[in-house]
């Protein structure tokens, strides 16, 4: 049988002989340390989306204008974009748990230089530095819920780990901006850094560490004497033997990819999202943030049917999430002028979209083997925030040459090409799965 790496999920029969020992009870689910980890994503996805909602009071503030202060997102994106990959091999040696506590000390210590700078510039400074954190964050934590839980259970460990990334839209970023109102924006990061220490002090005290993985050596004292004795054989004594390259890596790269694609198609549109709806639909300004919190919750909703019923069927869910995603947005592209119609589709769209990215994650931690699961995240990170930062700018590129009426129809078509790459790929996988799998023999069950 040739050694193919499954992409995205494994298929085919598993021979299970008789007489041998049924496999262990699975552990108990870590609730409390998947909790912990949602927490800390919470802090990291407020942390990097509060100048949004502090914009004109920093604006004033640090005198330059509002675009300028709506930059620092693009500055933190890109950071991720140009530093996650490197950071996190140069960090693969690192124990996890331990890493978490740094980065977290590190978001507190930006958060702190931005409420201390006296110039934009110095601002700037500290968003870099807070972008170098979050791209490393996120390559550990991505794989971090699939060392803690057997691969059936990834899915839900994931849904529970990017409910933190959810609940900071839906509360942290808001709640943020209104005590920024109230008692200044420099005071919000000043919490903020506050509430990074407090998180760093939980992961200490609850994340269960996990064993550290890097690429390229045995993971194991019996993959070291193997390779020892291999080497002997081949007469080359106790000389290094060259590792071949990981089989998953393609697909890693195919579901980065689809990530890129429906990132980028996602963000050309919904950063736009409020002048659509003033413009588009013709919502009056105060409606504009009722409707984003709804858009938010219906996300929850999407979080919420991964964790129950699509995490063990990530490739089912993905389809119909970015299949809903592309019938939602058309609809609201073309009810314009029917606002029941048009809001009840931005709310679907909402709960579709919330499907996506916990989907994505457990795919691309389906596909890679656990030696490069960390390396993984961070390519998945590169990709995702690449995809926001690319898509912002398709976005605007668009509204300057054929106008907004045409951005929606622009990213049903990228997530029309990542659903096609989705069924395409997942029907290889499966012709390759039937012709790798040998027939069960007599005596053998197949589940």
Sequence with gaps: ????????LPTGAIRVIPGTPPDKTDPPFPWVGLITLAAAVFLSVTSEMLPTG???????SLGVAESQIGLLVSWFAFTVVLTSAPVAIWTRRFPRHGLIIVVLVIFAISNILTAIAPTYELVVAARVLGGVAHGLFWSVVGAYAGHLVPKKQIGRAVSITVAGGTLAFVFGVPL?????????????FVVLAALMLVGAVLVWKFLPPVARYSTGAPASAAGKAAGKAAGKASGQGGAKIRQPRDATVPAVV???????ITMIGHYS????IAPFLLDGLGVDLGLIAPLLFAYGVAGAVGLLLVGTVFGPRPSLGLILGLAVSAL????????????PVALAAFVLWGMAFGMLPPLLQTRMLHAASPQIRDTASAFYTTAFNAGIGGGA????????????EAVPFVYVGLLLVALVLVIVTDRLTHQRSRVDTPPARAGELSV
Aim: charged share 5%; with cysteine; proline share 2%.
């Design 1 to 8: 049988m040739t050694n193919t790496a499954s992409i995205f």
């Design 54 to 60: 502090l914009l004109p009071e920093m604006s004033r």
């Design 176 to 188: 943020g901006t209104a005590g920024g109102h109230l008692l200044g924006w420099r005071l919000s």
């Design 254 to 260: 195919l579901i980065c990819t689809i990530t890129g």
């Design 269 to 272: 549109f919904y950063t736009y």
């Design 328 to 339: 939602s947005v058309t609809l609201l592209a073309v009810f314009t002028a029917t606002l």
């Design 393 to 404: 700018l398709l976005g605007a590129l668009l509204l300057d040459g054929v106008g907004l």
